[in-house]
């Protein structure tokens, strides 16, 4: 067997530089691994897309940077000073950009995987692993692996407690939205066609990660077939005839109920073709990760409006969820230490001076969720000190 120099060399200079850290306990990733992972983890570098969603939406703290950087309108969506991260590159999947040199200037304690736990995949993680002298933790990226890949994330960063909240919020979902398609027999569920690319002649075959969730709740049209991502011709589109196309390529739903060629579709007579949401990321798949719990909830409500009449829209900050997200996010947390150290300090003079009353004003982009939480926070904190106080939302029911 041939040795390469040059690999030979760069292994040995990256195994000599990987740092050596004190390991707090062992955790089982996706892959049936037993992963060391230090006592404490501040620095998670994300292997691909699918890593860097699924760490962001639990610590996004976390995240070092982001494989591609996001996009301004991608970052409208995101923590500012996470969304804005540097592109630090990927380790796995197309094109390939990260270096050993890079993983290891950045110094992260954990690096993190989402996606296939294939042997392929199992063994670059090792490889990397060793090379690096960085615990690589592999989560199965699969649909119904998401509850299961929280619970395994939050215990490799030390966060069990959040780890178990998500995996709940993530069973309640599709628990909620299965139960209610499941009275509905397999046969007469809806033809659907994913339209991917410009032409809209990308599809996921049967069992592709790409069309898990229509799968779960529909009819994929090519499933007949099982693979992955696969280029088709309109021929085969007219031969399947779809009741519904949902595509993510703006440009295909802008121009295909106008285009001759797929004038005969089923889905394109009856006016039935959807554009999925794509920002921050893609609802259906682009990545295939955890954002897609949100793009299943969007197809129930396009495929079966009977089925699922919840509006998400007026969800504000009185929500249960929607204040656990806005609590869970550190700078929430430093302003209003900073905001409960003001106020201990200038409440004792306003009593001495006699005042009656103080009125605190606290504002958001929209009035409905940020600016919700934190005034709720502000009265606990000051009832607790033992000042009555009155809440107000001014915004919170306006449209």
Avoid at 92 to 109: H, I, Q, S, Y
Wanted: with cysteine.
């Amino acid at each position: 067997m041939r040795i390469d120099r040059r690999a030979l060399i760069t292994g040995l200079w990256a195994a000599l530089l990987a740092p050596r850290r004190a390991c707090a306990a062992t955790v089982t990733d996706g892959a049936g691994r037993a992963v060391a992972v230090p006592a404490h983890v501040q620095r998670v570098f994300p292997a691909g897309p699918p890593a860097a969603i699924f760490l962001y939406t639990l610590a996004p703290e976390l995240l070092l940077g982001w494989p591609r950087a996001n996009r301004p309108e991608e970052r409208e969506f995101l923590l500012p000073d996470v969304g804005g991260r540097p592109e630090v590159g990927r380790i796995t999947g197309r094109g390939n950009t990260a270096n050993l040199e890079v993983v290891l200037a950045l110094k992260p304690d954990l690096i993190l995987d989402v996606g296939s736990v294939s042997p392929t995949y199992v063994s670059l993680a090792e490889r990397v692993q060793q090379q690096t002298g960085i615990p690589y933790a592999l989560l199965d990226g699969r649909f119904d692996g998401i509850p299961l890949g929280y619970r395994t994330l939050g215990a490799l960063i030390g966060r069990r407690e959040q780890g178990e909240a998500f995996a709940r919020s993530a069973e309640d979902t599709i628990k909620t939205i299965t139960q209610r398609v499941g009275t509905i027999p397999p046969e007469r569920r809806p033809r659907v066609y994913y339209a991917r690319g410009p032409r809209g002649l990308e599809t996921g075959l049967g069992g592709s990660i790409n069309v898990e969730t229509i799968e779960l709740i529909a009819r994929n049209v090519a499933d007949d077939t099982r693979g992955g991502l696969a280029n088709v011709s309109i021929e085969q589109v007219l031969l399947w005839n779809p009741e519904i196309i949902v595509t993510i390529d703006h440009d295909f739903a802008a121009n295909v109920l106008s285009d001759p060629a797929w004038a005969p579709v089923a889905a394109v007579r009856a006016r039935r073709v959807h554009l999925s949401p794509k920002l921050p990321f893609g609802w259906v798949d682009f990545p295939p990760t955890v954002n897609r719990l949100i793009g299943l909830w969007w197809l129930a409500k396009i495929l079966y409006p009977d089925l699922f009449p919840e509006d998400l829209r007026p969800l504000t900050g009185l929500n249960r969820r929607v204040r656990g997200y806005v609590l869970g996010q550190e700078a929430a947390q430093g302003f209003l230490s900073r905001i409960r150290d003001l106020l201990e300090f200038l409440l004792p003079g306003y009593v001495q001076e006699g005042r009656h009353y103080l009125s605190i004003a606290v504002g958001c982009t929209g009035g409905k969720h940020r600016s919700v939480v934190i005034a709720d926070e502000i009265a606990r904190f000051l009832q607790e000190k033992g000042y009555p106080c009155t809440v107000v939302h001014r915004d919170v029911e306006r449209e």
